[in-house]
């Protein structure tokens, strides 16, 4: 059975960062695109960024870019997403899918954690 876990959210104030982590169990995540989405209240779950297995090829949404830096240790199975300069708007819950990633595209599989709650205040 696979089980994604995120970590790492947290409350902080507008401009401050946050670094998110994701692991996962039942399979290897260094084996896998990723992808970080957030689903802010009341919204739907978007895709903010995601990185083939490598990590060497990245790509984030318009509304986190120069901001938000996906990464990934391979070696320790583990996917991080760096959050610097948060503003109030990227406050939702985040969550990571392991994935397949296919000429810039990234398709996640169905393994979904409980994701982690980032709250960035005024």
């Known amino acids: 059975q696979v089980q994604v876990t995120e970590s790492g959210g947290g409350l902080v104030q507008a401009g401050g960062s946050l670094r998110l982590s994701c692991t996962a169990s039942?399979?290897?995540?260094?084996?896998?695109?990723a992808g970080w989405y957030r689903q802010a209240p009341g919204k739907e779950r978007s895709l903010v960024a995601h990185?083939?297995?490598?990590?060497?090829?990245?790509i984030y949404a318009d509304s986190v870019k120069g901001r938000f830096t996906i990464s990934r240790d391979n070696a320790n199975n583990t996917v991080y997403l760096q959050m610097n300069s948060l503003q109030t708007e990227d406050t939702g819950a985040y969550y990571c899918?392991?994935?397949?990633?296919?000429?810039?595209?990234?398709?996640?599989?169905?393994?979904w954690g409980q994701g982690t709650q980032v709250t960035v205040s005024s």
């Open positions: 990185s083939n297995w490598r990590g060497h090829d990245t």
């Open positions: 899918a392991p994935g397949l990633w296919s000429a810039g595209r990234f398709t996640p599989a169905n393994h």
């Open positions: 039942g399979l290897t995540l260094r084996n896998y695109a």
